[in-house]
């Protein structure tokens, strides 16, 4: 299994926002293993306030990608 997102990736939330209600761009700054349901793994901090947070790949859209309202 391989990483859809590479190092230095603009990505957005998934959804309209994270759980804790954050938005915006965030930049793939590590890439990180599977967690114990088998996703891989992502570091992403925010392009404006430099928060870096954990995210599995379910979570992201790369930038430009259209979002929709559910997953495949």
Known sequence: MSHKYSMGQLVHAAAAHFA???S???EIVRLMPENSAGELG???RD???GTQRAVGESEIRAVGAKQTG???
């Open 24 to 26: 915006g761009t965030y």
């Open 20 to 22: 804790d209600r954050t």
């Open 70 to 72: 559910h997953t495949h």
């Open 47 to 49: 392009t404006l306030s």
């Open 42 to 44: 992502y570091r992403i």
